[in-house]
């Protein structure tokens, strides 16, 4: 019954490191049980009971664990048969695994600008970006917040554009009653070790369409038919398409497993955490220092990150340090990809600016977040409004 600890002495220098995964001995069990099992390949027995749980708690035709949520958007692109002279659109405010995947395809990335409030894909901004070269639409749901996909897919749907979420950070969180990941034509997530449930490195291609899963088997298995051949469909199996090497190892999968099993002990201390943030900043936020978080009423979050945002860019900086100076190690998000250097380069001149984009990537502070802060989260919420409130007062109030 120990509490989950981090094994090794992984040690920050900060007090308050910004994250930390939640592990245990039953992680340990399971990871040793798939090692003496003889199975360490991937499609093994752990991997596909762990797709088939995820596919039921989505409520999607297919789940296929790949290595990374990185390599599941690079499925989506090929499946979707993404190449050149073709156009996908994809915030600038995201990381930059969906636009690695468009580029790699011989595609080009569109980047469109995001809402003031939840800092995720603007729908109208879309509809302005959408032309006859658009193959897809990537939306990202910053923080497990729900992108408004009502009014993308009105946008989206009736020019037969499929939307592929980037649900990396979107485990456990709903718009409206349904799973994030589950409510485009693919969905995309991650396991990465700062994602709320982790294998270390890994992630899930999850379709609800029949098509995409056969063609996603596909590709995951070097672009041969081997899913079929295992089947008892074909007597041999062969090329058939382009693929890769996206398998995950069934004792990753068995790391997984574990980690799905803690899910609710997960989201409950993240949420502790988040709300202790919240509810210790609210006060700044009602003399307008800073900006929380806002959840819509569509969605119920999964509590992935906090984060608030102030005035400039110069305080951003200021706060950041002491914040890093008192222990606590806050950072930025992200470095926007339409100003970024290669950014740049694809755009061939001097990027279109995104202003909202810009001044969200330059004021945003996210503060540590992960299971195992629940237990110090007054605490810690506590010396960050103190921080935060000395950082941003008025200059003429310092000595
Ligand atoms: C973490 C993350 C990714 C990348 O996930 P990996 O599993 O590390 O490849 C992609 N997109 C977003 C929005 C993310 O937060």
């Known amino acids: 019954m120990s509490p989950p600890e981090p ?25 040793v049980a798939a090692l003496r099992s003889g199975v360490l390949r991937g499609d093994g027995p752990v ?8 596919a039921e708690a989505l409520g999607v035709e297919r789940v296929l664990l790949t290595t990374s949520c990185t390599h599941a958007l690079e499925m989506a692109m090929l499946v979707l048969g993404v190449g050149p002279g073709d156009e996908v659109i994809l915030p600038s405010f995201t990381f930059v695994s969906a636009a690695n995947a468009v580029v790699l395809r011989g595609a080009r990335p569109v980047f469109a600008e995001i809402r003031e409030d939840t800092l995720n894909l603007d729908p109208g901004d879309v509809e302005r970006r959408i032309t006859e070269r658009t193959k897809a639409v990537v939306p990202v749901h910053y923080g497990g917040v729900a992108c408004r ?28 009653d349904r799973p994030l990941g589950s409510l485009g034509a693919v969905g995309c997530f991650s396991f990465h070790d700062t994602k709320n449930v982790v ?16 063609a996603a088997e596909v590709v995951r298995e070097k672009g041969t038919n081997r899913g079929a051949f295992l089947r008892g469909e074909v007597d041999r199996y062969t090329w058939i398409a382009p693929g890769s090497s996206y398998v995950v190892s069934d004792v990753l999968a068995a790391l997984l497993e574990a980690q799905l099993d803690r899910r609710e002990e997960i989201a409950r201390r993240r949420r502790a955490v988040w709300e202790a943030y919240r509810d210790a900043l609210s006060e700044l936020e009602e003399e307008g220092a800073v900006r929380l978080p806002t959840v819509p009423d569509h969605a119920r979050p999964n509590h992935h990150i906090f984060h608030f945002r102030v005035g400039s860019p110069e305080l951003r900086s200021e706060v950041l340090d002491a914040l890093r100076a008192d222990g606590i190690e806050a950072t930025f998000h992200y ?32 503060l540590p977040l992960h ?11 506590g010396r960050v409004r103190d921080v935060v409130a000395r950082a941003v007062a008025p200059r003429e109030g310092r000595s």
Do not use: I, K
Not at 47 to 54: A, F
Not at 199 to 214: M, Q, Y
């Open 199 to 214: 294998s270390g490195e890994g992630g899930a291609f999850v379709t609800g369409d029949p098509e995409l899963a056969r």
């Open 149 to 176: 996909m009502d009014a993308l897919q009105a946008v989206t749907a009736p020019r037969g554009v499929p939307v592929v979420e980037d649900a990396a950070q979107a485990l456990g969180a709903t718009y409206g």
């Open 371 to 381: 299971p195992g802060l629940a237990g110090r989260a007054e605490e810690v919420a």
């Open 7 to 31: 094994s090794g002495e992984r040690r920050s220098e900060f007090d308050v490191p910004f994250n930390r995964p939640w592990v245990g001995d039953d992680e340990e069990e399971a990871v």
């Open 335 to 366: 470095v926007p990809l339409h100003t970024s250097p290669f950014g740049r380069e694809l755009a061939g001149g001097e990027p279109e600016p995104l202003p909202v984009t810009t001044r969200a990537a330059g004021t945003l502070v996210r």
């Open 47 to 54: 991997g596909r009971r762990v797709e088939e749980r995820l």
